[in-house]
Protein backbone atom coordinates (compact mmCIF):
# COMPACT_ATOMS: atom_id res chain seq x y z
CA UNK A 1 0.00 0.00 0.00
CA UNK A 2 0.81 3.85 -0.65
CA UNK A 3 2.91 5.91 -2.12
CA UNK A 4 5.18 9.22 -0.65
CA UNK A 5 6.94 11.11 -2.53
CA UNK A 6 9.23 14.05 -1.39
CA UNK A 7 11.71 16.93 -3.09
CA UNK A 8 13.67 19.91 -2.14
CA UNK A 9 13.40 22.95 -4.05
CA UNK A 10 14.92 26.46 -3.27
CA UNK A 11 14.85 25.42 0.25
CA UNK A 12 11.26 24.44 0.41
CA UNK A 13 9.88 20.37 1.18
CA UNK A 14 7.28 19.46 -0.99
CA UNK A 15 5.79 15.99 0.06
CA UNK A 16 2.45 13.98 -1.63
CA UNK A 17 1.08 10.87 -0.98
CA UNK A 18 -2.01 8.79 -1.96
CA UNK A 19 -4.88 7.49 -0.10
CA UNK A 20 -4.94 3.68 -0.68
CA UNK A 21 -5.35 1.44 1.87
CA UNK A 22 -4.64 -2.18 1.01
CA UNK A 23 -4.45 -5.72 2.57
CA UNK A 24 -4.01 -8.85 0.47
CA UNK A 25 -6.29 -8.20 -2.61
CA UNK A 26 -8.57 -5.57 -1.17
CA UNK A 27 -8.19 -1.78 -1.58
CA UNK A 28 -9.93 1.00 0.78
CA UNK A 29 -9.54 4.58 -0.59
CA UNK A 30 -9.37 6.42 2.84
CA UNK A 31 -10.13 9.57 3.95
CA UNK A 32 -8.10 10.49 6.37
CA UNK A 33 -4.56 11.86 4.85
CA UNK A 34 -1.07 10.14 5.16
CA UNK A 35 0.18 13.39 4.19
CA UNK A 36 -0.23 16.83 7.35
CA UNK A 37 1.86 19.43 8.83
CA UNK A 38 2.73 19.41 12.52
CA UNK A 39 3.83 22.25 13.95
CA UNK A 40 7.84 22.90 11.85
CA UNK A 41 7.46 19.69 10.20
CA UNK A 42 5.79 17.96 7.18
CA UNK A 43 5.08 14.65 7.32
CA UNK A 44 4.04 11.57 4.73
CA UNK A 45 3.56 7.82 6.17
CA UNK A 46 3.28 4.55 4.99
CA UNK A 47 3.42 1.28 6.72
CA UNK A 48 -0.08 1.65 9.34
CA UNK A 49 -2.31 4.56 9.23
CA UNK A 50 -2.24 3.45 13.11
CA UNK A 51 1.74 4.95 12.93
CA UNK A 52 0.36 7.64 10.86
CA UNK A 53 -2.48 8.88 13.72
CA UNK A 54 0.21 8.56 16.23
CA UNK A 55 2.14 10.74 14.05
CA UNK A 56 -0.84 13.53 13.35
CA UNK A 57 -2.38 13.43 16.47
CA UNK A 58 -0.37 12.28 19.26
CA UNK A 59 3.77 13.16 18.74
CA UNK A 60 5.06 15.99 19.86
CA UNK A 61 8.40 16.96 17.84
CA UNK A 62 11.21 18.04 20.18
CA UNK A 63 11.80 22.00 19.51
CA UNK A 64 15.89 21.89 18.23
CA UNK A 65 18.68 24.39 19.57
CA UNK A 66 19.92 26.53 17.28
CA UNK A 67 23.63 25.38 17.92
CA UNK A 68 22.18 21.79 17.55
CA UNK A 69 23.02 20.49 13.83
CA UNK A 70 19.77 19.25 11.89
CA UNK A 71 21.16 16.14 10.96
CA UNK A 72 22.35 15.38 14.48
CA UNK A 73 18.56 16.94 15.97
CA UNK A 74 16.95 14.29 13.56
CA UNK A 75 18.87 10.95 14.59
CA UNK A 76 19.03 11.62 18.48
CA UNK A 77 16.49 13.82 19.71
CA UNK A 78 13.54 13.54 16.94
CA UNK A 79 13.89 9.78 17.19
CA UNK A 80 14.07 9.65 20.48
CA UNK A 81 10.85 11.48 21.13
CA UNK A 82 9.22 9.29 17.93
CA UNK A 83 10.37 6.12 19.63
CA UNK A 84 8.73 7.24 22.83
CA UNK A 85 5.45 7.82 21.04
CA UNK A 86 5.15 4.93 19.03
CA UNK A 87 5.88 2.50 22.52
CA UNK A 88 3.05 4.59 24.44
CA UNK A 89 0.74 4.46 21.55
CA UNK A 90 1.37 0.67 21.18
CA UNK A 91 2.76 0.70 17.80
CA UNK A 92 6.17 -0.16 18.68
CA UNK A 93 7.16 -3.77 18.12
CA UNK A 94 9.94 -5.82 19.50
CA UNK A 95 11.41 -8.65 17.25
CA UNK A 96 13.84 -10.95 18.21
CA UNK A 97 15.39 -8.19 20.74
CA UNK A 98 14.96 -5.06 18.24
CA UNK A 99 12.16 -2.70 18.54
CA UNK A 100 10.58 -1.49 15.00
CA UNK A 101 8.54 1.36 14.20
CA UNK A 102 7.79 2.13 10.33
CA UNK A 103 8.73 4.34 7.24
CA UNK A 104 7.74 7.69 6.68
CA UNK A 105 9.32 10.79 5.03
CA UNK A 106 9.65 13.85 6.69
CA UNK A 107 10.33 17.50 5.89
CA UNK A 108 12.09 19.92 8.49
CA UNK A 109 14.44 22.55 8.51
CA UNK A 110 14.91 22.93 4.41
CA UNK A 111 15.64 19.35 4.05
CA UNK A 112 13.91 15.58 3.29
CA UNK A 113 14.41 12.78 5.77
CA UNK A 114 13.50 9.61 5.42
CA UNK A 115 12.76 7.04 8.97
CA UNK A 116 12.54 3.55 8.14
CA UNK A 117 11.22 0.56 10.75
CA UNK A 118 14.43 0.36 12.41
CA UNK A 119 14.20 4.30 13.22
CA UNK A 120 17.27 4.78 10.69
CA UNK A 121 17.34 8.57 9.31
CA UNK A 122 18.14 8.61 5.80
CA UNK A 123 18.69 11.99 3.53
CA UNK A 124 19.23 11.48 -0.18
CA UNK A 125 22.21 13.35 -1.87
CA UNK A 126 19.54 14.23 -4.81
CA UNK A 127 17.20 16.25 -2.57
CA UNK A 128 14.29 13.46 -3.25
CA UNK A 129 13.08 10.81 -2.02
CA UNK A 130 9.69 7.98 -1.67
CA UNK A 131 8.19 4.90 0.45
CA UNK A 132 5.50 2.20 0.14
CA UNK A 133 4.91 0.13 -2.41
CA UNK A 134 4.83 2.63 -5.16
CA UNK A 135 8.53 3.63 -4.16
CA UNK A 136 10.53 2.51 -7.10
CA UNK A 137 8.52 3.73 -9.71
CA UNK A 138 7.90 7.11 -8.07
CA UNK A 139 11.58 7.64 -7.62
CA UNK A 140 11.91 7.31 -11.59
CA UNK A 141 9.24 9.87 -12.31
CA UNK A 142 10.34 12.51 -10.12
CA UNK A 143 14.20 11.66 -11.66
CA UNK A 144 12.93 12.28 -15.40
CA UNK A 145 10.98 15.14 -14.75
CA UNK A 146 13.68 17.10 -13.01
CA UNK A 147 13.19 20.03 -15.16
CA UNK A 148 9.66 20.52 -13.43
CA UNK A 149 7.94 22.31 -10.92
CA UNK A 150 7.90 21.08 -7.79
CA UNK A 151 4.53 20.24 -7.34
CA UNK A 152 4.24 18.74 -10.97
CA UNK A 153 7.10 16.87 -10.38
CA UNK A 154 5.48 14.99 -7.48
CA UNK A 155 1.69 14.90 -9.29
CA UNK A 156 3.50 12.75 -12.40
CA UNK A 157 5.55 10.70 -9.41
CA UNK A 158 2.06 9.79 -8.11
CA UNK A 159 0.19 9.23 -11.08
CA UNK A 160 2.76 6.91 -12.55
CA UNK A 161 2.56 4.71 -9.38
CA UNK A 162 -1.10 4.63 -9.79
CA UNK A 163 -0.48 3.46 -12.70
CA UNK A 164 2.22 0.61 -12.26
CA UNK A 165 1.23 -0.33 -8.47
CA UNK A 166 -2.01 -2.10 -7.43
CA UNK A 167 -1.34 -0.63 -3.85
CA UNK A 168 -1.58 3.54 -4.77
CA UNK A 169 -4.44 4.78 -5.66
CA UNK A 170 -5.92 8.86 -5.63
CA UNK A 171 -7.13 11.15 -4.01
CA UNK A 172 -3.67 12.86 -3.98
CA UNK A 173 -2.69 14.81 -1.14
CA UNK A 174 0.44 17.69 -0.85
CA UNK A 175 2.20 19.80 1.96
CA UNK A 176 4.35 21.99 1.51
CA UNK A 177 7.02 23.60 3.95
CA UNK A 178 8.52 26.82 3.12
CA UNK A 179 11.80 28.26 4.02
CA UNK A 180 12.47 29.58 7.47
CA UNK A 181 14.13 32.59 7.80
Known amino acids: MTCIVGLVNNGSVHIGGDSAASSGHSLTIRADRKVFRKQD ?71 LFKITSDYQVGESVDGLDACGCGEEIALGALFASRNSPPHERLTIALKAAERFSTGVRGPFHFETLEPTE
Do not use: W
Open 41 to 111: FIFGFTTSFRMGQLLAHSFEPPERHAKTDVFAFMVTEFVNALRRCLQDGGFAQRHNEAERGGTFLVGYAGR
